[in-house]
């Protein structure tokens, strides 16, 4: 039983993947129609969990030499496609396939590698020139800038990805989408936003609402993801916990482990580790899209 096998499609409409270069998650009129092969047992805090077989890992799709922005098209009224990329290290100039289309761009964080203030201008100034019409960002343990344990006054991420959303323990909410972010991983190696394993990542965990629709953490919860070249699942025990057992999102989207770059599930939520980097940080693994429908009562046309 493996959660992982493609139980997606290559696009929305079934239609060659290596046109798009992108994942699609089956659409989604909602995330039952999200099938995984397995289910992760529940989680007591603190307790040791019967560890689930490794999660097979998708195989990157092949690559298209173009690196143009697809136009606009094809996304209907009454869905909102989401566009989930992580771990672009710098790579953003050099990718080997376009960013498709959406109404909604996710970055997990990792956008730089040294944690400097040009690497997040850069990623920026490509941001903006991105066609979503929004786009949400959050930091990972390299962007060091944003960390005020690095930095005595670190950078305001505000003031330095003009465009997009931030979110540092906050949620934005998009077409009635709530969408919450945090940066946070469990210690390694001294990196930015690190919090030691147990109650302190739990603290964090905890801020996150109950009634949010889509989570974003910079690492994966424990068993989703998360399995290394090393062959061990490193992802945050306490993320796991919160996420399986109190907020229950449609879909969790990560990255950090690129090693677990792909998409499972416990049929409640759907998980995407969308990092775009191999461990060779090299970028092979195209972006991951999933739609959600359009909440009743509220317009694309209007914010
Ligand atoms: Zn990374």
Redesign the pocket.
Known sequence: MCAAKPNRQYTATGKDQRRNNSWQVPSSSSSATFTPKHTSAPVNYGVPVAKPKPTSVPRSAPMAAAAHVPSVSGIPNNVVRFVCIS?T?NKTGCLPFPIPDGDVLLHGG?FTIKGKLHEAQVFNDWLGQLPHKHKVVIA?N?DRLFDKNFWQVPADPKRVLTNATYLQDEHTTIYGIKIYGAPWTPEYRDLAFNVPRGLPCLQKWSLIPENTDIVMTHGPPWGQGDFTKGKKHVGCEALLAVIQNKVIPKYHVF??I?EGYGVTGNGKTVFVNA?M?NIHYKPVNPPIVFDLPLPHGFSKNVC
């Open positions: 771990d290290h990792d990972g390299h990255g950090h690129h990092a980097c």
